[in-house]
């Protein structure tokens, strides 16, 4: 395996579900916004997980075990907003999954916070 591109893979990968997730959230798409902005921290988790260990991600979507995983040192309020960011990819692969009341303005703001996530993700 090429450790090197399976990284690259995954960082672009994220960049562009992130991008995604913009141009839903400007269409106003929100749920659909938060599903890719999770996938974006999913796939960028994945990468570190290969960086750490030299191996294939598990096909697994729980954030918090990516991070355990990938061996990252969360400070207590990343780990509360990976648990809690969670719930977006329930919402969009399981239709009956608990539906969160969603409103441009909450969907803004766990943009802004999966952002911040995803870049100091990408500094590591």
């Given at each position: 395996?090429?450790?090197q ?23 106003g ?96």
């Open positions: 395996m090429d450790t591109k399976q990284i690259e893979y995954w960082v672009k990968g994220a960049e562009e579900d992130f991008a995604a997730a913009q141009s839903l959230l400007e269409k798409h929100m749920r659909q916004c938060l599903f890719f902005a999770h996938l974006a921290i999913e796939k960028m988790l994945k990468a570190h997980v290969i960086k750490q260990t030299n191996d294939i991600p598990p096909r697994i979507h729980n954030l918090i075990r990516l991070a355990e995983i990938a061996r990252l040192k969360l400070q207590p309020q990343q780990e509360q907003f990976l648990r809690e960011f969670g719930i977006y990819q329930l919402e969009g692969r399981y239709p009956d999954a608990e539906q969160i009341p969603m409103d441009n303005g909450l969907a803004k703001q766990e943009m802004s916070r999966a952002g911040e996530i995803l870049k100091w993700l990408n500094k590591l």
